[in-house]
Structures are given as structure tokens and as C-alpha cells.
């Protein structure tokens, strides 16, 4: 049995203005088209939905009956279409995001907070892995994207720096080095380092090894089979230092202190599928791109006013040379 809805929406309005005449006015077609179409849904169900008199017409028992469901049925007709067209939209569906970076503070952590706040009907699930874990997801289509450090192409990928967080020496309150307000690597040349087994323990642990080979010399590092909480009591105890990104330098350890190595960033990147046309991821790389081209231009605006206020050296004072800046990542 084929009934057009069109010819549903000419039952359910002549029944709501008990009139064929009233009906054809609202809808705006000719009285005898709603007279002809509901006649013919009346041969297809087999039994007269109206009665008809001088005055207009009447639902029958079967009317009744058919009219509840018809509304029921382009009800959900119209909520499965208004459903569609805000998923399009990216206003409902979910995202599967891997993190690599801390959520507790920073860039990605403001972006998060802001998505949810423009979409609070799209879900967000949250994974944990190694980059290698996430890229092989993101390309299985098992997330939508993934926040990973490194510059290296990824084939099948697209990929976009979005923001840039510095890295933190974790040390004892007792230690030494804890009076520093900053450190150079050379000021770690002889010291221990204590890393996760688990990531990103990994990534710190090369990251170290080829810092400290630069200067020549070898490096003390030792793997923990930890997580990252009783990792930073580990270095309480003075076990070791530890390194960190700055996101995570939010969450505050009794018995260690962070101190900011000079020079060296991390350079975060979104990682996605160019296959993948999940409307919800769209919005979120649209509003990540947007948020970070403020924070860029915040920056510079800092530097520029930096610059304006900074004071005059005295006649014959050369400045000092800065300290070389260089962008590394966690990456091996």
C-alpha cells in the first residue's frame, strides 16, 4: 500500500477544519484535489474515513484511528528530518577525540570547554594512547581526530598545528635546583631522570636521551612502571627529576615544584582523516582554528607592547644574547 504524505497531511487537515473547502484553503490547493486524494487513501485502506453532509465532514470510528497515527507518524517523520538536518550541522551526533596532552589547563582544554558549551547536544568521548595507538585509529575511522606533539607528515592524514605549550622541569621542593626561577639544559646535564613506562613516558624518555647527547653527555634515565600521579611522588621522594608539558603543570603534587626549561616548546597538532565528514568534527576543527588564530594574534599584540615599554640601555651597554630557542617536540 503507497500513500503519499502529502495525501496524509490532506486527511489530518480536513479533519482538523471538518471541512474538504477549509482544508484546500490552508494547505492552498483546489477543493477537489483534497476531495480526490482523500478518496483515494479511503479505496487503499479499504473503509471511509469521513462522513460527509451539507455542513462539511465528520471522522468516522476507522477515521479516528487512522488520523492518531498519520499525526504520529509525520511527527516523527518531521523530528527524523530536523534530527538529519542538525546532525548536518554538526548540532547533535558525537566526537571520539584521542588526547596526548593534559586536560587539566591550557589550549586544548579552553577548546574543549568552548565546544561543549556552543554543542552541549553533541557527545564527547575521550581516549588515551600512545600517538602511534591514535593515528592507526584515526585512520580505521575509530576517532574522529586526535591532539598529538610532532611536525612529522602523516600519510592519509591531515594534519594542523593549532598551539604551542612550553616544558617544565618536575623537582623535588628540597632539591637544589628547585631555587631556580628557570633551567637550561646545561644545569641538567648530571642529573637523574625518572620517566613512565607508560605514555608518554616513552616521548620524554627519547626526548631526554637526545637533548643530553647534545651536550655530550650520557644520560641517567630510568623507567618506572607508574602512572603519572605516583610518578610525581616518586620524584617527591628524590628519586629523580621528570619532565612535563605546561598544560599539566595545573595539577599541583605535594613535595614537587615545576620549573620552566628555556627554549623549549612543544608544538601540538590535530590529526584527522580527510575521509572523515563527521559534521561535529568539522565544527570542532573550525572552532579550534578560530581559538588559536586569537591566542596568535594575543601574542603578538603582547610583543608589540612588550617592546614599546622595554627600557633604554645605557650608552655603550650591549644587550645580552638570548638564549637560542629551539621547537622540539616529545616525539622520537
Not at 587539566?104 to 565546544?115: E, K
Request: charged share 20%.
Amino acid at each position: 500500500m503507497v500513500i503519499e504524505l502529502r495525501h496524509l497531511q490532506y486527511v489530518i487537515a480536513a479533519a482538523e477544519h471538518h471541512s474538504f473547502r477549509r482544508a484546500a484553503s490552508v494547505i492552498g490547493v483546489q477543493q477537489s484535489a483534497i476531495s480526490r486524494r482523500i478518496r483515494d487513501v479511503e479505496d487503499r485502506v479499504g473503509t471511509s474515513l469521513f462522513t460527509r453532509h451539507s455542513a462539511g465532514v465528520e471522522l468516522t470510528v476507522a477515521g479516528r484511528n487512522f488520523v492518531y497515527h498519520a499525526r504520529c507518524a509525520m511527527a516523527e517523520i518531521d523530528r527524523a528530518a530536523k534530527l538529519a538536518g542538525s546532525s548536518g550541522r554538526g548540532e547533535h551526533g558525537s566526537v571520539k577525540l584521542g588526547v596526548f596532552s593534559s586536560l587539566a589547563s591550557g589550549f586544548i582544554a579552553n577548546l574543549l570547554r568552548a565546544y561543549e558549551a556552543k554543542n552541549a547536544r553533541v557527545h564527547i568521548e575521550y581516549v588515551e594512547g600512545a600517538p602511534r595507538e591514535h593515528i592507526a585509529a584515526v585512520r580505521r575511522y575509530q576517532l574522529d581526530v586526535a591532539f598529538l606533539t610532532g611536525r612529522s607528515e602523516i600519510s592519509d592524514c591531515d594534519t594542523e598545528h593549532f598551539w604551542t605549550e612550553k616544558v617544565f622541569v618536575v623537582i623535588p621542593c628540597d632539591h637544589p635546583l628547585a631555587a631556580q626561577g628557570r633551567l637550561s639544559w646545561e644545569q641538567l646535564r648530571d642529573q637523574h631522570f625518572i620517566v613512565s613506562e607508560t605514555y608518554p613516558g616513552p616521548e620524554i624518555h627519547d626526548y631526554l636521551i637526545k637533548h643530553l647527547a647534545e651536550l655530550g653527555q650520557h644520560a641517567s634515565v630510568e623507567c618506572c612502571a607508574v602512572g603519572r600521579d605516583n610518578l610525581m611522588q616518586i620524584v617527591s621522594f628524590g628519586r629523580g627529576l621528570s619532565l612535563t608539558s605546561e598544560a599539566t603543570t595545573a595539577t599541583r603534587f605535594p613535595g614537587v615544584v615545576y620549573r620552566e626549561l628555556i627554549g623549549e616548546e612543544l608544538p601540538f597538532y590535530a590529526v584527522w582523516s580527510p575521509e572523515n565528514d563527521n559534521p561535529a568534527l568539522r565544527r570542532l576543527l573550525s572552532l579550534a582554528r578560530i581559538m588559536a588564530s586569537r591566542t596568535t594574534a594575543r601574542g603578538q599584540s603582547n610583543i608589540v607592547r612588550a617592546k614599546l615599554v622595554a627600557p633604554s640601555l645605557p650608552k655603550g651597554c650591549q644587550p645580552c644574547s638570548a638564549v637560542p630557542s629551539r621547537n622540539r617536540d616529545l616525539s622520537p
